[in-house]
């Protein structure tokens, strides 16, 4: 059974997205550039959507988009719901950080000069728990981290268990959607499957996780289905059980392409806006 069987409809739902930059050179000549050209997703309560695409494809973006916290030179255009709610910008502020909340690619989100007890305390503080100190230190236990790692400063943290901090506060407040954006790069297998068994945990629990990344593979041992992107547009949804031998169970030219490029299948390059 999906999660949008489970909990009657979509927590999140994007319909053809859009994302401009307006831009000026040499003074007053302005040109729009389109980053996102029309991307489209449901995310159901207690389940991982993966997001895959090459770099530059517009997948952070629509994490911001979700969020309400695109640049300032950035126009947006489309339909984000919550809950089958229409959310305009400010509607998708107000809920950033609370309903909905950001696993961010970096560990510069944490505060270099705080403790990270200090900092999951805060966010606990936040969320309105009732014993923050109590709840911090579970969170960080429950992600596999030592009691001895709330003394210490981000910049003693490898990046592995940065991101497992990040994790902590990110769901204190039990948010019902997570967003993670590129959670696994530069991490070492060991770190990685415990980063996206975390993300899985969070949907097991009753969240909707959209996992934004260009790992297929890694993606494909946490997500219930995947959806991909090329150029600023989604393309395809396929279902986690057709990547298999050479791909020839997915339909879309450019997902049998992404499969066909990872090592042992060829690496054969896909062809970026070919069909």
């Known amino acids: 059974m999906s999660g949008q069987e489970q909990s009657g409809g979509p927590l999140l739902q994007v319909e053809d997205l859009r ?10 000549r302005r040109r729009v550039v389109e980053a996102v050209r ?4 449901v995310v159901g309560a207690g389940e991982v959507v993966a997001l895959i695409g090459a770099s530059g494809a517009g997948k952070s973006l629509l994490g911001q ?3 309400g916290v695109l ?4 126009v947006s255009s489309g339909s984000v719901r919550h809950h089958g709610r229409p959310l305009d910008d400010a509607a998708r502020r107000r809920l950033a950080g609370r309903e909905v909340v950001l696993l961010p690619q970096g560990v510069s989100a944490l505060d270099p000069t705080a403790s990270v007890g200090a900092q999951v305390r805060r966010s606990a503080v936040l969320a309105g728990r009732a014993a923050p100190r109590t709840a911090a230190a579970t969170a960080l236990t429950g992600r596999g981290l030592d009691p001895s790692v709330a003394r ?20 204190m407040g039990r948010p019902s959607v997570v967003i993670a954006d590129e959670p696994t790069p530069g991490l070492h297998p060991a770190a990685v499957a415990e980063a996206l068994g975390g993300l899985r945990r969070l949907a097991d629990d009753g969240a909707g996780v959209l996992l934004i990344t260009h790992e297929l593979r890694g ?5 219930d ?7 600023g547009r989604t393309v395809d949804e396929a279902a986690v059980a057709d990547f298999t031998g050479d791909g020839s169970r997915l339909v879309h030219p450019y997902t049998r392409a992404l499969w066909r490029a990872l090592p042992g299948h060829g690496f ?3 062809t970026i806006g070919g069909r």
């Open 19 to 28: 994302v401009a930059f307006v831009q000026y050179e040499r003074g007053l």
């Open 38 to 41: 029309g991307m489209d997703l």
């Open 65 to 67: 988009a979700v969020l």
């Open 71 to 74: 640049p300032p030179n950035a």
């Open 152 to 171: 210490r400063y981000p910049h003693e943290l490898s990046g592995g268990m940065a991101r497992r901090v990040i994790g902590a506060m990110a769901a």
């Open 219 to 223: 993606a494909l041992t946490v997500a």
């Open 225 to 231: 289905r995947v959806m991909v992107c090329e150029r």
């Open 268 to 270: 054969t390059a896909p």
